[in-house]
C-alpha cells in the first residue's frame, strides 16, 4: 500500500507565493505519475498539474507560468511551487499518485489520494 501526505498550506496574499509538498510512503516502486489537484468550494476538483517518474510535467492553462511541479525521487516527494498567486486559487490541494507510467491527467488513474491542504489567497 502507498500513503501519500501534503503539507504547506496556509493563507497567503494575492501576488505571494507557497510551496506544496507530498510525500510518499509505503509499497513506493509502484508510484509512477504523481499529480496535483485542487477543488474550490462549490466546484468539481480540477487537474493542476502532473508529472512523470522521470519529471515530465504537464499543466492546466489557468496554473501555466506561475505554477511549477518537481520531485525527488530519493526522498519520494513531488512539490508544487506555486507564484503569483490569484484569488481564485483558493482551494484544498490535493496529492495523487498512480501506478501507471506516462503523464496521467484522469482522476481514475490515481490509485492513492492524499487528505488535502487548504490554500487561502486573500487580502
Known amino acids: 500500500q502507498v500513503q501519500v501526505r501534503e503539507s504547506g498550506g496556509g493563507l497567503v496574499q494575492p501576488g505571494g507565493s507557497l510551496n506544496l509538498s507530498c510525500a510518499a510512503s509505503g509499497t513506493i516502486f509502484r508510484v509512477k505519475a504523481m499529480s496535483w489537484y485542487r477543488q474550490a468550494a462549490g466546484k468539481e476538483r480540477e487537474l493542476v498539474g502532473t508529472i512523470t517518474s522521470i519529471g515530465s510535467a504537464n499543466y492546466a492553462d489557468s496554473v501555466k507560468g506561475r505554477f511549477t511541479i518537481s520531485r525527488d525521487n530519493d526522498k519520494n516527494t513531488v512539490y508544487l511551487q506555486m507564484n503569483s498567486l490569484k484569488v481564485e486559487d483558493t482551494a484544498v490541494y490535493y496529492c495523487?499518485?498512480?501506478?501507471?507510467?506516462?503523464?496521467?491527467?484522469?482522476?481514475?488513474?490515481?490509485?492513492?489520494w492524499g487528505q488535502g491542504t487548504q490554500v487561502t489567497v486573500s487580502s
Open positions: 495523487a499518485a498512480s501506478r501507471f507510467s506516462g503523464l496521467q491527467i484522469e482522476p481514475r488513474a490515481y490509485h492513492y
